[in-house]
Nanobody
């Protein structure tokens, strides 16, 4: 049984930083993307960043480029999201996703099979 568990969320002031972690169990991240998504109240879930199984190739949504960094520790089966220069518009529940189906946009939430329960990030101005 695949299980993804996020941690590291919290409340910070604008300009602050947070590091999210996602630990995967029962899952082998071979030839698959892992990704971070977020969902603000009343809005659709959106892709934030994704990384390939080798931890080399990354993709970010434009709004977070230069501020967020996604990384992967294959040995620990862990995914991270370093978030710097946080803005109030980054406030959302952040989700870890794995098991990309392939043949779909890697920042489209419909393309992922496994999801964590989410961790809340709140950025105040």
């Amino acid at each position: 049984q695949v299980r993804l568990v996020e941690s590291g969320g919290g409340s910070v002031q604008a300009g602050g930083s947070l590091r999210l972690s996602c630990t995967a169990s029962g899952y082998s991240n071979s030839n698959n993307y892992m990704a971070w998504f977020r969902q603000a109240p009343g809005k659709e879930r959106e892709g934030v960043a994704r990384i390939d199984s080798g931890g080399i190739f990354t993709l970010y949504r434009n709004a977070v480029k230069g501020r967020f960094t996604i990384s992967l520790d294959g040995a620990k089966n862990a995914l991270y999201l370093e978030m710097n220069s946080l803005k109030p518009e980054d406030t959302a529940t952040y989700y870890c996703a794995a098991g990309h189906y392939g043949g779909t946009d890697s920042l489209d939430p419909t393309g992922y099979k496994y999801w964590g329960q989410g961790t809340q990030v709140t950025v105040s101005s």
